[in-house]
């Protein structure tokens, strides 16, 4: 896991009875870290995408759930219990889209009922914590080596949003995938979109890509098919937040005009995803709930207004992308292409990987 | 002309010796107003931002010319001329995208050359010059009217940068279009995209369509494709910047995924401009150069900058739309369609209007 130190980004940390988190609303001009011993403060946190990215949230809620537990005082093993769904209901009802964070919570939840002596919960949930926060890192690992497989030489990968270390506490999906690419010494060069509005792209993505020496340009979104249409682009690839049973992927907003833009132009566009990821209790991608996010993400950068004052605006945080538009998705499992329904549906979520092909 | 009236924005005026520009880069916050009878003025003017917009620039350029022809000495009609070349060819070179700008510049060349005496030429510029001001005007309420009737009532019209008063200095092109349809009562709706990097849409779309009195709502340019998606899009009017001969159209950066968007989605796509828009001379939108400017207007809003220090940031101003993708070009000569190459080739650029299908 050179990988991993090489970076040195702490971006979640469990330090035995509190977490400290790198706050990611002030990068890339300030590193400030939170610690706190309080699971409602990592709610917020989670709320306020001072941590962001599905796996990070899946993490930071995992240990969410720990604290929690720690500052739970029941005479009885119900009495715990009770007190403690309060916790995952509270940490589950901070953002809707991500399945990585649910997917971890009901794991929290799994391990707290099937503890049967109440004196051993916490320390379960704190190891149950730490094993989903480097379950993380592992697949991140893993999916990052069989993606690089398909990024050639030369290539220039365009990228949306931010999904490196950051977004996973990991080592990174989409992100992962195109640092391994150059670290095994393939000249990748990368076009990052700015991400509106919260510029995770701007922020994030080039912070980490600064750090890894990897070259890119940052472009707003509004310039993808530009560069698509003069044949710059040799591939997209991006994150998710959940994927339905046939493939459909829910991620940032902006991601599906990407796929429209990728299809049209013939470029492949790849989805890379830890396979906590995929949420295979719904059929498609019309039933993931979409975050709706305040107007003023959009109205104001920074404090700074942009609008005339009273201005109407829209923000949903995520778009849902159709199979069709997906080439393959990459999990730490293997790399899955169309039909996806077929192919999920025999899916070995907790076997040995599949063949990457 | 009670439309004119009736918004009260003087985007640019003729003071008789000097010209006053609203200067909107400043736009919505503050209304301030450039005034000057320096050409040199105009020039920057144009090249900063401050009058933007293809028909604005049009004007501006043609204003530009009188007033550098006003601070022309000369003995000869011939140094007059040679004179007159450096004002004209330093307003051409601030912007080289827009076919407008060019066009008034020529207009006003022609004037110069074909007045005999030399002591009548500068009156002859003025004329010119508000002569195109005045044209500018009778052709954004021609093809609003014209283009009105494609717009239905109940209809949620997506729109792209700003194309009202501020950028043509007259009615409107494709946000004239919008305005003349909700005058005839029709209950418009609009999504406005902000259209990074200088949101013209966040601050000066959102601006004109509040006074308007029009509902509207902002949206990040990579929202368009989930609204689309969602069925809220009844069609996508957009302005342009430079018309090739076969149709194809230079317009704002991120106009051309929307074109894609559209195609997808089955959406009509049109594009409002006046015939001054149209380049005959060039045969396709290859031939169309595309500004690029600098990178701190990506990396940067209004002096904070979101990146890392040192983030390398690529900034086309425009894209071309290939003809394919647009359902119609509305001018006010009347309504265009496909074949444009076929079409164009026999539109009568300076006499009557052809019929509106």
New interface residues.
């Given amino acids: 896991m050179s990988e991993s130190k090489k970076e040195e980004i702490k971006v979640i940390e469990w330090l035995g009875d509190r977490v400290r988190l790198l706050d990611q609303t002030r990068l890339?001009r300030d590193e400030v870290y939170l610690e706190t011993d309080r699971y409602q403060d990592i709610a917020s946190a989670i709320a306020e995408l001072k941590i962001r990215g599905a796996p990070a949230i899946g993490v930071a809620g995992a240990y969410g759930v720990a604290l929690g537990a720690l500052g739970i005082e029941a005479k009885s093993g119900e009495g715990f219990q009770k007190k403690l769904l309060k916790v995952i209901k509270d940490i589950g009802s901070t953002r809707p889209t991500a399945r990585n964070l649910f997917q971890a919570l009901e794991r929290m939840q799994r391990v707290a009922e099937s503890t049967k002596a109440v004196g051993d919960i916490k320390q379960a949930l704190i190891d149950e914590a730490l094993k989903i926060h480097r379950e993380t890192l592992e697949s991140d690992l893993k999916l990052s080596e069989l993606g690089s497989a398909l990024i050639r030489d030369g290539w220039t990968v365009l990228t949306h949003c931010n999904t490196g270390v950051l977004a996973t506490a990991g080592y990174g999906t989409a992100l992962g995938v195109i640092k391994k690419a150059a670290e095994q010494g393939k000249k990748i060069e990368v076009?990052a979109?700015?991400?509106?509005?919260l510029?995770q792209g701007?922020?994030l993505t080039?912070?980490e890509l600064?750090r890894a020496g990897i070259?890119?340009?940052?472009?707003?979104?509004?310039?993808?098919?530009?560069?698509m249409?003069q044949g710059k682009i040799n591939c997209v690839i991006v994150g998710a937040d959940r994927i339905a049973a046939n493939g459909d992927t829910a991620n940032k907003?902006?991601t599906?005009?990407l796929a429209?833009?990728a299809h049209?132009h013939g470029i492949p566009f790849y989805v890379a995803a830890p396979t906590t990821t995929i949420d295979m209790s719904i059929a498609s991608g019309d039933e993931i709930p979409i975050e709706e996010r305040k107007?003023d993400e959009?109205?104001c950068?920074?404090g700074?207004c942009?609008?005339?004052d009273?201005?109407?605006?829209?923000n949903?945080a995520f778009?849902?992308t159709p199979n069709r538009y997906i080439t393959a998705i990459i999990t730490e499992r293997g790399i899955i292409r169309k039909p996806y329904d077929r192919h999920l549906a025999k899916f070995d979520f907790s076997g040995k990987r599949i063949e990457a092909d």
């Fill in positions: 890339p076009i979109t700015e991400t509106r509005p510029l701007a922020r080039a912070w600064q070259p890119f340009h940052l472009i707003t979104d509004s310039m993808a098919g530009y560069f249409k907003i902006g599906y005009t429209v833009l049209e107007p959009v109205t950068f920074r700074v942009t609008t005339p009273e201005c109407d605006a829209l949903p778009d849902v």
